[in-house]
């Protein structure tokens, strides 16, 4: 703007400029009006809560960072896994496997009397020069326990952490965790079942197809046999048979890599599996057979013994870590899981090392059989079921019996497997009916004990009424497991 006309403007200012300009002295305090100015700090130092005093924070609350982490289904043999619905920071905490904190003793005894499906959600420790274990057997919607293993780039690490003179044991971030990551952390060990290298063929389109079948019914067995040619370097040979071999478990229990079978992949079955998040075990109760050849390493070495399960625990070591945060690390957990013991006891591995010279192919069969039971819903209200120690499976009616300690009750256990003798002699056993009848006979209740409670008695298995698990809590056995399903399936049939 010319200077003139600039000056000719202040010396006549228009309306409008002079009403605002009245307007603006309105708001013009005079001195004596003002608030004295508070002196400026030289340098903001921003109050940033360190990760230790975060993570001691959310143990003594009792709570996760729910808005910060989300559990998703990722496929039915990973199960559940923790993501990221925010950013942490390398060191941040991330969340504490929480769960009843027991000592070795308690353990074991616990140990005893859990189904092994449970036991993989015990967490052994060392703490003071004891072993300690954490119980995180309860689904309590707690988000800890249900964080998977990842060896190669885990993205976080256990430390275990002091609070009112109690152990926990706590995630915290290892590097910069971005929006939908999945929370991992190096279980430890070397043989974990899923960690191994698996044939291509059983991550292959068709067996992913066959995974998808499964779902499409609440109770579905589908095999598929899947030939495969390749040259072998050398191939161990390795029998994985019914019954408890290791192989078997290590399908069962997660051989396919991570991601294999993603929700996205599973398509429009994804929403369902999201919903069914925290429906029990059975819903997943997922058994991957496979008789293959593996190609791998030298049969000579145990690759397929378990290690760091049911042995101790290394010695934690105490000292500021990597967080930067007063802590012990944690040695890797020892989730006692079935698919330890089992392959413990029950592989075969024979070698059959190709000649060096052999450059023939190998041809390979690779059976796979999927079976899937799915329990998402109680068959009485619809509501959905989540897995308690004893009983089996509990919907919402459950929910107030269970605070107020009368389900789950010796007494109701036992009752309840008496009943299921009884139903199940009638032949009546499983029935929507039949679970509410139970209910009202012995609690004068709604209680939906479906089937599939750890208490269906032996008799299930031999076809007559033998009653000798009535009241015994003792891990069932897989030819129980295998009677139950199978009943589980005849039923089901028959009644869909
Ligand atoms: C403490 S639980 C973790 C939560 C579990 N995914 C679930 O849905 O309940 C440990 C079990 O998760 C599964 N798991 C953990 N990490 C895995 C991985 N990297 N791949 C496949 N399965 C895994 C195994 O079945 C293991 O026994």
Redesign the pocket.
Known sequence: MPQKLVAKRQKNPTEEEEAAAAACSLFMLSEEHRRPRKARPQTVMPRRTTPLQDATNHILAGRDKNSMLEIKYINP?????IFTSAVFSQGDFVVEYRGELIDAAEAEHRRKLYHDARS??MFDFTWKLKTWCID?TLEDGSFG??????HKSPNCRMKLIEAEGKPHLCLFALKEITTGTEITYD?GGKEWP??KEIPHALTSTAAQESIKDSFQDQIRSSTVFIKETRERPGVQSCNMTSGSSACETQLS??SI??GQHSVAELGDHAHDLELNVFST?LS?DTELRAECQSFGPTPDSPVHEVQCVGGQCSTVKEGIGEVGVQHQEVSPPM?S?D?ASETKSGLECQSSRAAPNDSACECTIHKLVFELVRIDKCWICHSPLTSIRWPGLRCKHNEDMLASGTFGSPHLSETTAQDNEDMLASGTFGSPHLSETTAQDDLGNSVCVTSGSPHLPDSVTQGSRVSSRRCVKKPWTEKEIQAVMKWFRSRRLAVG
């Open positions: 043999v990973k199960g559940r896994g993989i959600f995180g326990r249900l964080v998977n293993d990842e279980y899923w960690r229990g997660a890599p991570s075990d997943r989730f899981t698919l």
